[in-house]
């Protein structure tokens, strides 16, 4: 049976569980989560995912949520050779640390200011604005300490798709970092090399622009957490 991804088409996890995809050649069929619907909320999505968060894998019934997990396993078990996820101890260390920062400062920081005011009741703050800026000066220093073309070794690995989402989410509300030159190269050389893969990308970033230009009505959602906005 063929993998199912059950995604949204302008969240950066799923569209980096489908560049890795894309760029390894596995089949798959992609299940679109009606977000609005808040069908990842449901009883039936929660025996996929308990945490009820968006993507899940399928694989003929083994479930598994969290892109990063989800990353590394289609490496691990469909191109175990692939240079997506090294198998050097060091390579795959700084790939995995990568992974974890995105996770819990980069995209943690960047999504709260860029995704988070568009689809629910928050407003950009100064503070937000900081923690953002405090990101984007860590990534700059890991690209220059660094000094390689991608952002864990000289070639592209799973590291890259979650980084280059979360900065596309800056791009998508107009956000200059051009100041921020490693990270600025990087990102315009992603897209130059891999056109197929920033086509996922560039489709969600116009996707996040008319919810920024139309918010979208989550009124039906009843979010456990994030505070939905009155449309009127």
Not at 15 to 40: C, T, Y
Not at 198 to 206: L, P, Q, V
Request: net charge negative; proline share 6%; charged share 20%.
């Amino acid at each position: 049976m063929a993998l199912k991804l059950y995604g949204v088409s302008d969240g950066p996890p799923s569209l980096s569980v489908r560049q890795a995809l894309k760029w390894l050649d596995i089949p798959f069929e992609l299940i679109n989560v009606d977000f609005g619907k808040g069908e990842h909320m449901t009883a039936e999505y929660a025996q996929m995912n308990p945490q009820k968060e968006i993507p899940v894998l399928d694989d003929d019934g083994f479930f598994l949520g969290e892109s990063n997990a989800i990353l590394q396993y289609i490496c691990d078990k469909f191109k175990p050779t692939s240079e997506l996820y090294p198998r050097d101890p060091q390579l795959r260390a700084v790939v995995n640390h990568r992974l974890c920062f995105n996770l819990s400062t980069y995209y943690a920081n960047i999504s709260a200011y860029t995704m988070a005011p568009i689809f629910f009741d928050y407003e950009r703050t100064d503070l937000g604005l900081k923690k953002v800026k405090m990101a984007l000066e860590v990534f700059e220093t890991y690209l220059s300490k660094l000094g390689t073309s991608h952002v864990a070794c000289d070639h592209l690995t799973i590291a890259d798709f979650p980084l280059f989402n979360s900065t596309m989410t800056l791009e998508a509300i107009g956000f200059d970092f051009s100041k921020y030159t490693k990270i600025y190269n990087w990102y315009n050389k992603f897209k130059n090399d891999y056109p197929e893969l920033w086509k996922i990308s560039e489709d969600a970033m116009k996707e996040i622009q008319h919810f920024a230009a139309n918010p979208p009505d989550l009124s039906n959602l009843n979010h456990p957490i994030h505070p939905i906005r009155k449309v009127n």
